[in-house]
């Protein structure tokens, strides 16, 4: 139920995008922009080194009528419908290639009726922007930025933004 409340905000979120003039698939989560593909992944959980490899490839599956092809996805956001594991927070920020091209998503709040998403944002996406604005303005979502960056992220989590 919570997977499925976050891929209708993705759906409308996609048709918004189209009132835009960016192109959109009907059944990938991606948007293209000046020939960058900003990919959405949405997910409950995953494992720290899955996330790092998919990452890391940046792989987005493009439809084309009947066919299929792989393209490289210039941005890539991760849309949580649970609160990301802590390691998988910490491998992020340990990483500065992902934070130019990766962008991190905790809904796990509005998954459970409550208006607030957690976000770890540092690319220059105008669609990842757009997403945000798109939270605040059509669902009322507070988006907060995770700040709390300690040296020592041993009593974090995702959800303590401050």
């Not at 960016?22 to 080194?49: A, G, M, Q």
């Not at 340990?94 to 962008?103: G, I, Q, T, Y």
Request: charged content about 30%.
């Amino acid at each position: 139920m919570k997977t499925l409340r976050i891929w209708e905000i993705l759906k409308k979120f996609k048709e918004n995008c189209r009132f835009r003039g960016w192109k959109t698939s009907e059944n990938e989560d991606w948007v293209e922009v000046d020939s960058k593909y900003h990919n959405f992944l949405l997910t409950r959980n995953i494992h720290p080194s899955s996330f790092r490899n998919i990452a890391l490839n940046r792989k987005c599956v493009v439809r084309e009528g009947l066919t299929y092809r792989v393209v490289e996805a210039s941005y890539m956001a991760w849309v949580f419908s649970e609160t990301p594991p802590e390691n998988l927070i910490n491998l992020f920020l340990e990483n500065p290639d992902f934070s130019k091209k990766v962008a991190l998503y905790d809904l796990s709040s509005i998954a459970e009726g409550r208006n607030t998403c957690v976000k770890l944002n540092f690319t220059d996406s105008p669609v990842f922007q757009e997403f945000e604005n798109f939270l605040e303005r059509e669902f009322g979502v507070k988006i907060e930025e995770y700040t709390n960056l300690k040296s020592s992220l041993e009593d974090c989590t995702l959800t303590e933004a401050i």
